[in-house]
């Protein structure tokens, strides 16, 4: 079965530019959540999006924004870069008009270092 | 209130069964989760609880819930080396985010 696709999977920068990470959800999944796990650090929710728009905001710094497109892929932009932005970033898919609950399958990440 | 707390360690012998803890805040969580991550890798899927239920069982796993002192807990029965992992558990409310535990890290000594 497909699962939630996320590209990059590893991504060296350094302070004070700029990455973008993109995450491929769950065919027929309409959510998409962002998290960042930082080392050692359970996963800290940043935004989500039902349905290309915006549905909850999280611990998102201001330099870092997120759309979903048409196609329901999403797209997290981080703009000057901090070391301490250095960690894992995760996307997570879900179908929200499932009736039996909402359960967020999980992508394998983008490790993002920055230098 | 989206406390979520684990013990951070537990080592068992391979064969016997790990039991891991959590606790959480928000009583009006509608579903409870427990996700496990390799070392290095993403959050995988092991089993979720709807809030009206005490218990599940799926193979190895069991899921217990008790409700009144919000508190989970996951039993892996026949603990294997390939069980070593960090253990997150994770409350929700649907259509709202996740808020993970700290997680429990799982040693299994062969």
């Known amino acids: 079965a497909a699962g939630v696709i996320q590209s990059p999977r590893h991504l060296i920068k350094e302070k004070r530019e700029t990455a973008t990470l993109k995450c491929y959800p769950i065919p027929r999944h309409d959510t998409v959540y962002w998290y960042q796990q930082g080392p050692g650090q359970d996963p800290q929710f940043l935004i989500s999006?039902?349905?290309?728009?915006?549905?909850d905001k999280g611990s998102i710094p201001d330099r870092f924004s997120a759309q979903q497109f048409s196609d329901y892929h999403s797209e997290l932009n981080m703009s000057s870069l901090e070391l301490g932005d250095s960690a894992l970033y995760f996307c997570a898919s879900s179908l929200r008009r499932q009736l039996r609950g909402e359960t967020q399958y999980f992508g394998p990440g983008t490790r993002l270092l920055v230098l | 209130g989206e406390d979520v707390e684990q013990s951070l360690f537990l080592s068992v012998r391979e064969g016997d069964s790990s039991v891991i803890n959590c606790t959480y805040t928000d009583s009006s969580s509608t579903y409870l989760y427990w996700y496990k991550q390799e070392p290095g890798a993403g959050l995988q899927l092991l089993t979720y609880i709807f809030s009206n239920m005490d218990m599940k069982q799926d193979q190895r796993l069991t899921v217990l819930l008790n409700k009144k002192d919000k508190h989970l807990s996951l039993r892996i029965a026949d603990t294997q080396t390939g069980d070593s992992a960090i253990y997150f558990c994770?409350?929700?409310?649907?259509?709202?985010?996740?808020?993970f535990g700290t997680g429990t890290s799982l040693t299994v000594i062969p």
């Open positions: 999006f039902y349905e290309k728009m915006q549905s």
């Open positions: 994770a409350e929700s409310k649907p259509g709202n985010q996740f808020y």
